[in-house]
Every structure is written in C-alpha cells, then in structure tokens.
C-alpha cells in the first residue's frame, strides 16, 4: 500500500482509535473478564429464551386464532348447507305433493271422464233403442196402414173392374137384342144403352185412376229412396251444444257406408245390396235396395274433427259437436 495516499492514513487513524479506546478501558482480569462473558452469555441465552417462548406463544396463539377462525368457518358452511339442505328437501317435497295432486286430478278426471263417456254412451244406447223401437213400431204401424189401404184401394178397383165388365157385357147383350130387333125397335133401347155407355167408361176411367194412384204412390219401386220419400228417415236431437242424429239403415254393411261434414251440411250416402240365389225366380219383392243419399243442413257449424259415429244392429249413431266459433262466449262484467 502507498504510504502517501489518504487510504492509508484513514487506516493509521482508525488503528490508532483502537489503540486509544483499549487503554482507556478499566483493566479487567480474565478470570473476571470470563465470569463477564458467560454472564452476558446467560443474559443473552435468557432473552433469547425468553424471546423465543414469546414467538412460541405467539404462534400458538395465532395458531388458536387460525383454528377458531376455521371452525367458525366450518360452523357457519355447516349451517348453510343444513340450511341449503332442508330447503331442497322443502322444495322437492313440494315439488312431489303437487306431482301426487295433478296426477290425482288427472286420474279423478280420466275416471269421471270414463264414466261420463259410459253414461253418454249408454244414454245414446236407450235413445238408440227407443228410437230404433218407436221407428219399427212406426214402420209397422205404416206398412199395416198401407197394406190395408193397398188391400182396399186394390178390393175397390177389381170391384170397379168387375162393374165395367158386366157393364160391358150388358152393353154387347143390349147391342145384340137390338140388332135382333131391327131398327124400329131401336128408339127404345137407346136410352137404357146411353146409361150403360155412361157407368161403363165412369168405372173404366176409376180403374185406371186406381191403376195411377199405385204406381204413383211408390211401394211398388225397388230403389229405397222411391216414391219421394227420404231414405234414411232420421231422428234429431239436440243435447246442449251438440247435436244426435240416430238414423236406421238395416242390412247396410259397415263398408258401404260414409260420412262427409262440411260447414253445416251433413251428407251420409251408401248402398244397400240385396242378393238372390242362382237361378231363383222372385215371387214377392218387398225389401228395398240401392244406393241412397241424405243431405241434411244443420242449424249451426259442424266441428268435423269432432264427429264420431256409431253403427251397430243397423242402428247408425252419429254424434255432432258444434264449432268452436259458434259457441256463445260468456265475457264477465
């Protein structure tokens, strides 16, 4: 080192110091002197006990505090899912009444409904048959009225048949003796002839109205619809909204019939067929066949979706739910 630069005489200085606070020092021996130190070394191993018993208790203080902390914690998430947990119980055991509720209405509905639909059907059933009854008893009451009309109308007319042909064979006697006679006899026939003449075509012309009157009224025709009245005659009733319309069309298959709606036109349209062995001959043909068409206007709109039908015993049912749009709509005030 250079003895000239001011490094060296900061180093001289600082020695120097040293040298300077050494001697002002008391002298201790080295007995004492070590007594001294350990004694310092005591007090230092003591505060550093006494320091680390400190950090010690200290941390487990902390450590009590952490565990506190995270016990409240748990407490506190505990208690929120207890919480969290009876509250979706809650709503599950609602969620499961209200589920046994509508499945228990809908169940109570299905079964009135069933019964309802039972009772309907029954109903339909005895109105059915009612009206299946009082129409054959109609039909028989008709068909005696008209066998019996068609009896006497028939008794009349061979009657009246009978007195033209005696008139007529009077007329030819009255003719003949006339001629046998010669003509100066004449004058005293001739009035009784011009009677004859009279009463003969009279009873010619009522044969011949009696001939009409059957052919006109129509029972002798094969077709079903024949003489002008409509087939299938029908009855209609009205249940509420809708509409019954039971109809009888007997030895119609269930194939051959249809049903159309549109709007309020109902239309019902088939064929009854009527077979006849191999080489028979008939002698008395009273059953109807053919094909037959009914248009019937309703008073109101027809819901077609809605249309059930019902053919049995050739009993045909058809049931006729009114539109939605022609239902009346009740507006609370």
Known sequence: ?????????????????????????????PEERRKQEETAALRRAEEERIRQEAEAKKRAEEEARRREEEAEAQRRDDEERIQREGQAKKRADEEARRAEDAKRRQTEEAEAEAARQVEEERRVREAAEAARQAEERAREAAGATRDAREKREAAEAAERAEQARRLAEAEGAGKAVEAARGPNSKGRFAPESRGWKARAAEACESFKQALDSCRESGWLEAGPSGGG???????????????????EIPG???????????????????????????????????????????????????DPDGVKTNYRDGILALFLPRAKNEKAKTIKV
């Open 1 to 29: 080192m250079d003895v000239d630069t001011p490094a060296f005489s900061q180093e001289i200085a600082r020695f120097c110091d040293k040298i300077v606070k050494a001697l002002r020092k008391p002298w201790v021996s």
């Open 252 to 302: 119609v298959k269930k194939s051959d019939l249809e049903v159309q709606v549109n709007e309020r036109m109902l239309r019902f349209f088939g064929e009854k067929s009527i077979g006849f062995p191999e080489k028979a001959s008939v002698h008395r043909r009273e059953r109807l066949s053919g094909r037959f068409d009914r248009l019937v206007t309703m008073p109101v709109e027809i």
């Open 229 to 247: 009245t409509a087939y299938p005659q029908m009855n209609v009733f009205r249940k509420g909204d809708d509409f019954i319309i039971i109809t």
